[in-house]
């Protein structure tokens, strides 16, 4: 399989194929909203005006699904920036994939000896990739997300959020530090997995040659769809974690 | 792939807040803007159309009313045609059969007239024609004072008829 550019500045591992897709997915993220906004108007708004009120559309009952309507609004950016980011990043390795050939150690792309006596002597190096193929970059939107469902958590519903981790009753207080700790680990994993696995069945189904052709067009388009479910599960995850932290439900609680 | 980049983790969550302020300042924040505006600006129609409704709602009634006044004026007024034209019917009437009564009273009088002026006339030619039958009788049978007598008895005759 492929290895990864990965640069060691005195300790500090800089992985090109990573940085440089993340770059990629925000230059596109943000030509593609500026674009939205070019020409903005209020009664005549252009196609892509509507293509991304439509989506905002989308992402605000997406949002209203899981907390009051008065709430919507604050996670609105929030929910639309991570839809769009995850769903770019899934579909920037669809499309190709950058590989060269190496048989010399070269620092700069981290080739070591070790690196290239596992290959015996020549090594694959991948530059282009989904960034959310690489488990560092979902665990770091996982982190994001988690680190806002607890701060608003404690923040806005400080009482109730400290209390819930000992409901039904006190002795029920690991299980719940499990659920806390498993969400932001489901969430890191889960899309890393769906689009990692979609990378190497590409990779695979590539070994197949010309013969290989109707099933990577199967599975691109496949993949295309499955970048988009997990680009959404990320971003309603994300605000049902929100609204338990931050929403107290007086019915739901009387009926547990 | 086997190991985790924890460099790669700092500079997505840097890239992932960048972006999102980025697109906050620049994109969603003027599209947000704009969407506000046009919610407010179809409120604003609605109920400027809800208002232009009642407007025309109550100039509808006021008409419905105006047509009731109308109708009910040209119902008076052709009440009030309807009897002056009875009364005016009955005042020709009236004095057609006035007119029609003093001609005739007209008439009869002429006619008593007429019928006493022939009476008259009448008399004098009958107390001629009679003087002139007698006295021819007469001259050739009785003298003049028996024929005088004659005459006279004859005449009171005539006159008491």
């Known amino acids: 399989m492929h290895e990864f550019p990965v640069w060691d500045v005195g300790g500090f591992r800089i992985d090109f194929s990573t940085w440089g897709t993340i770059i990629v997915t925000m230059i596109i993220t943000f030509a593609l909203a500026r674009l939205a906004v070019r020409n903005l108007s209020v009664e005549n ?29 604050r996670y609105l950016s929030l929910g639309l920036t991570l839809i769009l980011f995850i769903f770019i990043s899934n579909l920037l390795g669809l499309p190709f994939g950058v590989v060269f050939e190496y048989s010399e150690p070269n620092a700069f792309l981290g080739i070591t000896n070790e690196l290239l006596e596992k290959y015996h002597g020549h090594v694959h190096i991948a530059f282009w990739k989904s960034p959310t193929a690489d488990l560092s970059v979902t665990a770091g939107l996982a982190i994001v997300v988690i680190f806002l469902v607890h701060y608003l958590g404690l923040k806005e519903n400080r009482k109730h959020y400290l209390k819930h981790y000992f409901e039904p009753f ?8 499990i659920k806390e700790i498993s969400k932001p680990l489901t969430l890191a994993l889960r899309l890393y997995a769906n689009i990692f696995a979609g990378e190497v069945l590409i990779a695979t189904i590539l070994m197949l040659g010309l013969w290989g052709l109707p099933f990577l067009a199967a599975w691109q388009a496949f ?13 309603i995850l994300t605000m049902v974690y929100i609204s338990q932290a931050t929403i107290h439900h007086h019915d739901e609680e009387e009926a547990h | 792939m086997d190991k985790f ?76 045609a309807r009897s002056t034209s009875t009364k005016q019917a009955d005042e020709i009437v009236q004095s057609a059969k006035n007119e029609a009564a003093r001609l005739k009273d007209d008439a009869l009088k002429d006619i008593e007239s007429e019928k006493n002026k022939a009476i008259a006339a009448l008399r004098t030619e009958v107390g001629g024609i009679s003087v002139k039958i007698a006295s021819k009788i ?21 006159g008491s008829k």
């Not at chain 2, 407007?55 to 009910?72: G, N, T």
């Open chain 1, 45 to 73: 708004p252009s196609k892509m005006q509507n293509f991304m009120e439509w989506i905002i559309e989308f992402v605000h009952n997406t949002v209203a699904s899981t907390m009051p309507l008065e709430k919507v609004k």
């Open chain 1, 170 to 177: 006190p002795i029920f207080f690991p299980l719940n530090l």
């Open chain 1, 223 to 235: 993949s295309i769809f499955v970048g988009g479910i997990q680009a959404f599960l990320f971003t």
């Open chain 2, 5 to 80: 980049i924890w460099e790669s983790t700092v500079f997505a969550i840097v890239a992932f807040l960048v972006l999102l302020w980025l697109l906050n300042k620049y994109a969603f924040g003027p599209l947000f803007a704009v969407m506000e505006k046009r919610r407010q600006l179809i409120q604003e129609q609605m109920s400027t159309a809800e208002t232009s409704r009642k407007a025309a709602e109550a100039s509808l009634d006021e008409q419905k009313v105006a047509l009731e006044q109308a109708r009910k004026e040209a119902y008076a007024i052709i009440d009030q």
């Open chain 2, 138 to 158: 007469i001259e050739k049978q009785v003298d003049e004072k028996s024929q005088e007598q004659l005459v006279d008895q004859y005449l009171k005759e005539v």
